[in-house]
């Protein structure tokens, strides 16, 4: 198979890596702004980023008359954060927001309504104030078509979908990106004056998870691999309601509106564990319940292993379970054939949304010039160890519109366009032909396979220092095993075999990151629970950790946390 690097290198003043709300609304703004010519890079469709599943809503301020405020938006993120969060981002968040939910007004968005023609708000834990908007039961999908649909005005932007790009060319500052086109088996190099990646999750890292397939942690590694630090990876927030055997997020709203959940006993367990909240405690609480019941013998028996308790909403009013719950019960009824009006839906936790991410400032730079970062992918430390419920689209919102008037600003300040050696995409089409000219026999799908066994069963509710260990060990020698891997799937198009392949290479380069991190914080916060330092400890863990890799070894540091307007709470058992 021949790879031919011959192809005209393309100019963008900017490429955008992410197709989701962020990398959406940072394109837009970028356009608006008159940053001038722009690069989408999609590895699958525009309209098929994961965060069209976002169903809660967006939190913002919109009701300062009825009794809310920013401050009482950042103390509830902030509570719910364990005290981690940089509280000046924090802050910058609350305030941004609500100017973002009028934005999407005007754009269109169908945001529900109130009975006054007011944007309707509801409550989700742990917000006290009834600050949420939502779009029905779709309100991701709706932010993302309202973009696109403003995007259609502007002729500027080119959309490379179904590309992956494989890595950032940088040395102090950013040079170019480096794409695979998935459907022809092609190399490109797009020289820029500035990136933004916008790629999302890592949820794939573990077996039983809440994301699509594309949220390979693609953007994390890159980073790394350019020098970048990473902050906080062990926090990784597990979705306590998923969809046995999917994975698919059951929202919150099923319990939010009376729903229960329940043990092989027929027992409401929560009623043990959390009786002043029960179901809506926060969602690290109400993971170790369910996977306690699940460990103690109290759960039912799943396929493959994946044990799991009941979410009974069928006590609920007619009008409920058809209405306000009826995106869920169309999903439920679709991949499971059960019908929540008559059937309890069976769920059990699964690793959901990442804290952690690419260390960037205020206005999401990172530490190379022209390279930010934007959405689940960064860490501005909004969420601190646990996010809050609809923080997540308002975070991609606010540093989507951020770093795209940022990036404009440079395009237009920028002249000439970097001068990047085509030798860089030689190098990487002499690595593709190495793949498929070795003489190794490792399957990339088994690595895969064994990559998600081991984070699923060491890194996920419960956490240890020898599990964490022998994760580790795993991940180095299924390092190792990489570079025998051999891609036997000769077709240059739609090559998913060697899709597979850069994939489960960043997952690899991200692994042992998360797990150094998490062996290195030796207390117990938000969702990374550890069953040999069971408490909080604000005396020695009130910090962040920050991971580098250096050749093929990680280091791990710390740096404090910016506690600028709430103090910490006292230290707490993680039970309560």
């Known amino acids: 198979m021949n790879f031919s690097c011959s192809m005209e290198i393309l100019d963008y003043d900017v490429v955008i890596i992410g197709s989701g709300i962020a990398g ?52 509830d993120s902030i509570r719910n954060g364990e005290f981690l969060n940089d509280q000046d981002a924090v802050f910058k968040l609350v305030e941004e927001i609500p100017r973002e939910i009028y934005f999407y007004d005007h754009l269109g968005l169908p945001w529900s309504r109130r009975d006054d023609g007011k944007i309707a708000q509801r409550i989700l834990s742990p917000h006290s104030f009834p600050r949420c908007a939502y779009a029905g039961g779709w ?11 403003s995007l ?57 998870t809440t994301y699509s397939f594309q949220a390979t942690g693609d953007g994390f590694a890159m980073a790394l691999r350019a020098g970048l630090p990473l902050k906080d990876l062990e926090f990784i927030q597990n979705n306590e309601t998923s969809l046995v055997p999917s994975g698919v997020l059951v929202g919150s709203a099923a319990r939010r509106y009376g729903g229960r959940l329940i043990n092989s006993t027929g027992e409401r367990f929560m009623e043990r564990y959390a009786p002043g909240t029960l179901e809506m405690s926060p969602k690290d609480v ?72 690419i260390k960037t400032d205020l206005n999401g730079k990172t530490e190379i010039e022209g390279l930010w970062a934007a959405g689940e992918v960064a860490c501005l430390s909004v969420h601190g160890a646990n996010r809050a419920l609809a923080n997540s689209t308002a975070e991609c919102t606010v540093w989507g519109r951020i770093t795209g008037l940022e990036a404009a600003k440079r395009a237009r300040k920028v002249k000439a366009f970097p001068d990047v050696r085509q030798s860089k995409v030689k190098d990487t089409e002499t690595f593709i032909q190495s793949l498929f000219n070795g003489s190794g026999k490792n399957s990339i799908y088994e690595i895969k396979k064994e990559l998600n066994n081991a984070m699923e069963k060491n890194l996920r509710v419960f956490r240890n220092e020898d599990g964490m260990k022998k994760a580790l060990n795993t991940v180095e020698s299924l390092r190792d095993g990489l570079k025998s891997v051999v891609i036997k799937d000769r077709s240059p198009y739609y090559n ?45 863990w009130l910090k962040h950790t920050l991971v580098r890799k250096k050749g093929d070894e990680f280091e791990v540091e710390t740096e404090p946390v910016r506690l600028t307007f709430f103090k910490p709470m006292e230290n707490q058992n993680q039970n309560e």
């Open 24 to 75: 959406l609304r940072a394109l837009l703004e970028f356009l608006m702004n008159e940053g001038g010519r722009a690069a989408l890079v999609n590895k699958a469709q525009l309209m098929r980023a994961h965060s069209v599943a976002a169903t809660g809503g967006t939190a913002a301020v919109l009701r300062p008359e009825e009794g809310d405020s920013f401050e009482l938006h950042a103390w």
């Open 139 to 149: 309100t991701g999908f709706h932010m993302v078509q309202t973009l696109y649909d």
């Open 152 to 208: 259609q005005k502007f002729t500027t932007w080119d959309s490379f979908d179904e590309f992956m790009a494989l890595d950032v060319i940088a040395d102090e500052e950013i040079k170019g990106v480096i794409l695979w086109d998935i459907r022809e088996g092609t190399l490109y190099l797009l020289r820029t004056k500035g990136v933004i990646i916008a790629t999302g999750g890592l949820g794939r890292l573990f077996k039983f």
């Open 286 to 357: 109400v993971a170790r319940a369910i996977m306690k019941e699940i460990q103690e013998g109290r759960g039912f028996k799943g396929p493959r292993g994946l044990d799991y308790v009941l979410l009974d909403v069928t006590h609920l009013p007619e009008d409920i379970k058809k209405g306000v719950l009826g995106s869920i019960r169309e999903t439920v009824l679709r991949l499971t054939g059960l019908d929540i009006v008559e059937f309890p839906i069976p769920v059990r936790p699964a690793a959901h949304f990442s804290m952690g991410g």
């Open 496 to 540: 998913l075999e060697l899709v597979t392949y850069f994939e489960v290479r960043n997952m690899l380069d991200l692994a042992p990151a998360i797990i150094k991190s998490a062996i290195f914080r030796k207390e117990s916060r938000g969702p990374h629970f550890r069953t040999d330092f069971p408490l909080r400890d604000n005396k020695n």
